[in-house]
């Protein structure tokens, strides 16, 4: 089955708060750790991958750190997986043979549009769950 490593995990939690702060200059990598419960020294390599992708960018100096390298509109989740990731597949192409053919193809096309959502699509499916939580209390 698909399984997306801590590697997206936390490279896509990363990307996500950079979003949230997107223009609002950048964020140091201690602050997401912190936040998310990420070993720093591991996000630190993730946003150097992230970073050779164009994906985001970084600063120096004292207020230096991380920010995305363009609009959240035009990065989208799956240019961030498969940067860290590799390919995302459910099956493997030579075992998608038989009566269950369709349904692995339906599969794959279903993640994939979940997948093909950008970063500010996420942002603001966040932004609407988290208002859910606020008014279920």
């Known amino acids: 089955m698909l399984t997306i490593s ?12 950079l979003g949230v702060n997107y223009n609002r200059g950048s964020i140091q ?11 720093q020294h591991y996000l630190e390599q993730l946003l150097v ?8 960018e970084s600063f120096r100096g004292s ?9 959240p509109g035009r990065i989208k989740i799956s240019d961030v997986l498969a940067c860290l ?7 493997p192409e030579e075992k ?3 009566v269950l053919k ?13 997948i093909e959502l950008t970063l500010e699509d996420l ?10 939580l606020i008014y279920s209390i």
Request: net charge positive.
């Open 6 to 17: 801590a590697k997206g995990v936390y490279g896509l939690t990363a990307v996500s708060e």
């Open 29 to 39: 990598i201690r602050n997401i750790a912190k936040a998310h419960n990420i070993p």
């Open 49 to 56: 991958i992230l970073k050779k992708a164009g994906l985001v």
């Open 63 to 71: 207020q230096g750190g991380y920010a995305l390298a363009r609009n």
């Open 85 to 91: 990731e590799g390919e995302l597949s459910i099956i």
């Open 96 to 98: 998608k043979n038989g």
């Open 102 to 114: 369709f349904f692995w193809n339906r599969l794959e096309r279903e993640i994939a549009e979940i």
């Open 123 to 132: 942002l603001l499916e966040r932004q609407k769950y988290e208002k859910q």
